[in-house]
């Protein structure tokens, strides 16, 4: 018997504060259980030849995932994007997908290209869960990961040049007009960000005048959320729609900003600024020479420019209660706050104690050591 409506009823409620799972109502234009389970099953129906016997999990983000297993016995992974992730984007993912299955890279298979489901364009492969989750925070399981990550970039230079693909710079930069997820707002936010905002333009105005060699293909989500391991070795990558175009330090440094990051448990931590060089060496040692120093200084500007973005979203939750309210119409601070009105450990944070320094000056972009440590 199909599950699927329970299955996705007990996901949807438990992202923590939200009053609406707005990525289901603009694929699905519904956030009932039962029907989108229903619309699913019908299109496995009428691509894939068979309905749904079972619901193995769901999960939602940035696209909606189904893992089921058909009536015929497979097991695959439905993943619904909004109409805007664009065909020529999930099908040149596709081609990146099929290239590395034949090179034995733990990546799913691709079965069905973009095709419309409901109000969205949906995509299907096969479902891939061998190995389980490790903490990144290991030094072996970080190894493994900046090693998994070199291999994936050397094994698609040959795919170069790729149509369809973003430039992972200019992705960036339409997340900062819309973010990833409608919850947050960046407009009505703005006020006490101002100093999140200026490290940003420090952190891209440093990439901009850096000589960084070809784009290439490279994961722009790789975190410890979207890997298994069986034993001591990655079993499994996922969430391949990430996949973007950039010169290869700017990939590793964003990686670094969070590559112990996992949302869908409780209890996990970023890494420390020195877990996060470490990973930047950890790359270096897998690709067998170090980065030139324009290069390495670029690794970590790229890690400055995402936590800014990540570190935004996190403002901008603190002030919405996850999006749940209007933000408040107070005026706030507009230098960076005291580390004690932030959470520890958090991407404000890191971004206060650290956003400096990365970019290699104590005074940077307007933003001084001294204020984020007053």
Known sequence: MNNGASVIAAVLPAREGESEAHLERDVFATVDPAEIATLVDRFCCSHLGAGISRYEFFATSVGSVHGV???????????????????????????????????????????????????????????????????????????????????????????????????????????????????????????????????????????????????????????????????????????????????????????????????????????????????????????GTPFPPAERQAASAAMVAALSYSARCEHSDRLTRFGTRPPPPTPTQTSPPALAAVPPGGYLAILATHGPELLGSAETGNVRISEVRE
């Open 69 to 287: 297993l058909l009536d015929d016995g497979q097991r695959v992974v439905v993943k619904v994007h909004r109409a805007g992730a664009g065909g020529g984007h999930l099908r040149a993912v596709q081609r990146v997908q099929s290239h590395l299955s034949t090179q034995q890279f733990a990546c799913p298979r691709p079965l069905l290209g973009p095709t419309a489901l409901a109000e969205g364009l949906a995509v299907v492969e096969t479902m891939l869960d061998a190995g389980s989750w490790r903490s990144a925070h290991e030094p072996a399981v970080r190894g493994e990961m900046a090693s998994t990550l070199a291999r994936l970039i050397e094994l698609c230079r040959p795919l170069r040049p790729l149509d369809g693909l973003d430039l992972a710079r200019e992705r960036a930069r339409r997340l900062w007009l819309e973010p990833h997820d409608r919850r947050f707002d960046f407009p009505g936010t703005a006020r006490g960000a101002e100093w999140i905002d200026r490290l940003s333009r420090a952190a891209n105005d440093q990439l901009d005048s850096l000589d960084l060699g070809p784009e290439l293909i490279g994961h722009t989500d790789y975190r410890a959320e979207h890997v298994r391991f069986s034993g001591a070795r990655i079993s499994a990558v996922y969430d391949w729609d990430s996949l973007a175009l950039a010169p290869e330090p700017l990939f590793v440094g964003q990686a670094a900003h969070a590559f112990t990051a996992d949302w869908s448990r409780r209890g996990w931590r970023l890494p420390t600024l020195v877990e996060s060089r470490a990973f930047i060496a950890d790359y270096e040692a897998a690709r």
